[in-house]
């Protein structure tokens, strides 16, 4: 267990169904992030939360919806996905503070399967 | 950041010492020295970082060339369980605005064989 967790584990999901990511972590941290990682490829920033406040933004389709109500919780709302967005969702913690590092925390992921 | 070159992959035998190298040669002098890897199917795990100066913790040891244009990770006495992917990264540590994503790569194999 990392301090970083990550539910549900595993998600089947049609392409016109909606669900949700849910990502909750205790560490103190106050940024949030949410990553994909597709078969083979490296992962891919998608969104960056500090403070709450959605900071980064990587050109990720408006059928993902990324929810930081407070800074223990991060969701992702998935509607009408396609089969190409099955992945691993992995999101990450870190405390963006200066001269205080203690690394990015990952959670082990949501594999995600569109069918 | 600056862009970083691994191998796509080592293997290396259970026991032995595993050494896996990162050229980096475009790092600025405010950029540190970063390693995580990937257990098939899980989140990237922190192993450690370092500026200029040898580092080490109790999973591994990070050795930085003098001129800082590469870096060796090792890990001591690998085991079955050090089967992984593993990303050298090279960033600032604190970007000024409280939250910056890492820039995976895609990273070494290393592969442990018993």
Known sequence: ETGVTQTPRHLVMGMTNKKSLKCEQHLGHNAMYWYKQSAKKPLELMFVYSLEERVENNSVPSRFSPECPNSSHLFLHLHTLQPEDSALYLCASSQGREGYYHGYTFGSGTRLTVV | ?114
């Not at chain 2, 896996?20 to 970082?49: D, K, M």
Request: glycine content about 8%; some cysteine.
């Open chain 2, 1 to 114: 950041d600056a862009k970083t070159t691994q191998p796509p992959s080592m293997d290396c035998a259970e026991g032995r010492a595993a050494n896996l190298p990162c050229n980096h040669s475009t790092i600025s002098g405010n950029e540190y020295v970063y390693w995580y890897r990937q257990i098939h199917s899980q989140g990237p795990q922190y192993i450690i970082h370092g500026l200029k100066n040898n580092e080490t913790n109790e999973m591994a040891s990070l050795i930085i060339t003098e001129d800082r244009k590469s870096s060796t990770l090792i890990l001591p006495h690998a085991t079955l369980r050090d089967t992984a992917v593993y990303y050298c990264i090279v960033r600032v540590t604190y970007s000024g605005g409280g939250a910056d994503g890492l820039t995976f790569g895609k990273g070494t194999h290393l592969i442990i064989q018993p």
